[in-house]
Nanobody
Framework: QVQLVESGGGLVQPGGSLRLSCAASGSIFNIYRMGWYRQAPGKQRELVAH???????AYADSVKGRFTISRDNAKNTVYLQMNSLKPEDTAVYYC?????????WGQGTQVTVSS
């Protein structure tokens, strides 16, 4: 069984920064793609960023230039560095990993950007 545990969410003022982490544990053999999604109240879940096995990355237009995704394969961990945060970044952030045994989701971590 694979578990993803996220951390790093919280309350931050506009313009501030947060770093999210997501660590995978369990029977993991190959992780192909790691990603972060978010869901704001009343909205659908959307892709924020993902990083493939070869470290190629992709970002939603709304976060380009502000967020950076990275992965540590030795630790089965994916990170999301979020800078210049805006109120519209407020959401529950979920990590996702596509592996050889299936696709897995974390439980979500709340990010609130407010003064």
């Amino acid at each position: 069984q694979v578990q993803l545990v996220e951390s790093g969410g919280g309350l931050v003022q506009p313009g501030g920064s947060l770093r999210l982490s997501c660590a995978a544990s369990g029977s993991i053999f190959n992780i192909y793609r790691m990603g972060w999604y978010r869901q704001a109240p009343g909205k659908q879940r959307e892709l924020v960023a993902h990083v493939a096995g070869g470290s190629s990355t992709a970002y939603a237009d709304s976060v380009k230039g502000r967020f950076t995704i990275s992965r540590d394969n030795a630790k089965n961990t994916v990170y999301l560095q979020m800078n210049s945060l805006k109120p519209e970044d407020t959401a529950v952030y979920y990590c996702n990993m596509d592996t050889s045994s299936g696709s897995y989701w974390g439980q979500g971590t709340q990010v609130t950007v407010s003064s």
